[in-house]
Nanobody, 127 residues
Framework: QVRLVESGGGSLQAGGSLRLSCGAS????????MGWFRQGLGKQREGVAA????????WYADSAKDRFTISQDNAKKTLYLQMTSLNPEDTDMYYC????????????????????WGQGTQVTVSS
């Protein structure tokens, strides 16, 4: 099992930037993919960005392209999401995810394929 702990969320004005961090511990050597998801009240969890931890290949949701950057620091066992040009529509709870199994894998955007989740960090962007 992998334990994930997010940090870095907060409240800010539109146009600002924020960097989310996700520290991983436990069975980290067997992680295939890590990703960031967002979820609003009453809404489904949706993928924002993900990375293949072995190849470094990345995936981004259309809403995140050109504004967000996902990166990993293997030495620190930390995943980052650098977010720029934030707008009120980016307001949500953001979750870090990882998977050590591809049994349920349906692509980096699909929450069902991940088997470890953090507790989430809130991002609130005001206009």
């Amino acid at each position: 099992q992998v334990r994930l702990v997010e940090s870095g969320g907060g409240s800010l004005q539109a146009g600002g930037s924020l960097r989310l961090s996700c520290g991983a511990s436990g069975d980290t050597t067997n992680i295939w993919y890590m990703g960031w998801f967002r979820q609003g009240l009453g809404k489904q969890r949706e993928g924002v960005a993900a990375v293949d931890t072995r190849t470094g290949a990345t995936w981004y949701a259309d809403s995140a392209k050109d504004r967000f950057t996902i990166s990993q620091d293997n030495a620190k066992k930390t995943l980052y999401l650098q977010m720029t040009s934030l707008n009120p529509e980016d307001t949500d709870m953001y979750y870090c995810a990882a998977t050590t199994s591809l049994f349920n894998w349906r692509g980096p955007h699909n929450a069902g394929g991940y088997n470890s989740w953090g507790q989430g960090t809130q991002v609130t962007v005001s206009s």
